[in-house]
């Protein structure tokens, strides 16, 4: 008799390693609740709990390089623009004027 493996959802899973890490039911009871095995809930709740420091790591942003290359390119099109909206105000006034 051969059972096929279940997957389960990254949301179901943290569903229940949150839930064994509250401690409010223990672990069997957990397990029965959720037909799992009580060492499925336990290695969920391991790698929660090293997973943790990760959600609150600071989020790198773009760094000084990448600013000042943007800031760049950004300034060269305005250039571009301006030089592009003074030939047009040229043509238009010797085409009215």
């Known amino acids: 008799m051969s059972k096929t493996r279940r997957h ?4 179901f899973k943290a569903k229940v390693a949150l ?3 509250k401690g409010i039911e223990p672990i069997h009871a957990l397990a029965a609740k959720y037909q799992i ?5 336990t290695t969920w709740k391991q790698e929660l709990l090293a997973q943790l420091p990760a959600v609150f790591a600071r989020k790198g942003g773009p760094d000084a390089a990448e600013i000042e290359a943007r800031e760049a390119r950004l300034f060269q099109k305005i250039g571009q623009l301006e030089v592009e909206l003074d030939w047009l105000k040229k043509k238009s006034a010797q085409l009215h004027g």
């Open 37 to 41: 095995h009580p060492t499925q809930i």
């Open 19 to 21: 839930e064994a890490l």
């Open 8 to 11: 389960h959802s990254p949301e």
